[in-house]
T-cell receptor, first 112, second 114 residues
Framework: QQQVKQSPQSLIVQKGGISIINCAYE??????FPWYQQFPGKGPALLIA?????SEKKEGRFTISFNKSAKQFSLHIMDSQPGDSATYFC???????????FGAGTTVTVRA | NAGVTQTPKFQVLKTGQSMTLQCAQD?????MYWYRQDPGMGLRLIYY???????DKGEVPNGYNVSRLNKREFSLRLESAAPSQTSVYFC?????????????FGPGTRLTVL
């Protein structure tokens, strides 16, 4: 049983649009919430991460929004570019990232 | 630095055959992990090693064994391969300084069991 539920499974967005991916978790002991980006044929790579003491973290065009009371967090990709086309995984862990539980993944396609 | 390397990149096995997937990291990380990735399932942890000399089961350990040969190397063994083990396998290592607790992944091994 997956501890982190991710949606949607896939999405298509036009260049310049906003991509939004949502994740939900149940384990209130989770204290570290990273997002990983994976290109075809490659291993996942850390994109951005947040801890539950803040509600939002922004790095360039990528923003994590975190709602502790709802046990939900989301990734927003602003001004989406064709180079952002990839699979995105949310994850969660306790003890600061020691063991990660991953969501099922979202394939994002950005149309030029 | 090569980061995390995995061999082989591709492998085809027949049911019942055995094989070992190799993983090495040159980043002096203590923790290492083996995941499998299946469509619609995300990445699931098979085994992990918190430090040299220790290994622990993850979410889906059945049918697998691991060896933490030294600080650099962490191997995954399939003793008797089954079609259900057809998957892409990723090795990862973890640092605990700088960009907090990031796991670094290798390029993966695509395994098909016929």
């Amino acid at each position: 049983q997956q501890q982190v539920k991710q949606s949607p499974q896939s999405l298509i967005v036009q260049k310049g649009g906003i991509s939004i991916i949502n994740c939900a978790y149940e384990n209130t002991a989770f204290d570290y919430f990273p997002w990983y980006q994976q290109f075809p044929g490659k291993g996942p790579a850390l994109l951005i991460a947040i801890r539950p003491d803040v509600s939002e973290k922004k790095e360039g065009r990528f923003t994590i929004s975190f709602n502790k009371s709802a046990k939900q967090f989301s990734l927003h990709i602003m001004d989406s570019q064709p180079g952002d086309s990839a699979t995105y995984f949310c994850a969660a862990s306790n003890f600061g990232g020691y063991k990660l539980s991953f969501g099922a993944g979202t394939t994002v396609t950005v149309r030029a | 630095n090569a980061g995390v390397t995995q061999t082989p990149k591709f492998q085809v096995l027949k049911t019942g055959q055995s094989m070992t997937l190799q993983c090495a990291q040159d980043m002096n990380h203590n923790s290492m992990y083996w995941y499998r990735q299946d469509p619609g399932m995300g990445l699931r942890l098979i085994y992990y090693s918190a430090s040299e000399g220790t290994t622990d089961k993850g979410e889906v350990p059945n049918g697998y064994n691991v060896s933490r040969l030294n600080k650099r190397e962490f191997s995954l063994r399939l003793e008797s391969a089954a079609p259900s083990q057809t998957s892409v396998y990723f090795c990862a290592s973890r640092r605990t300084s700088g960009r907090a607790n990031e796991q670094f992944f290798g390029p993966g091994t695509r395994l098909t069991v016929l």
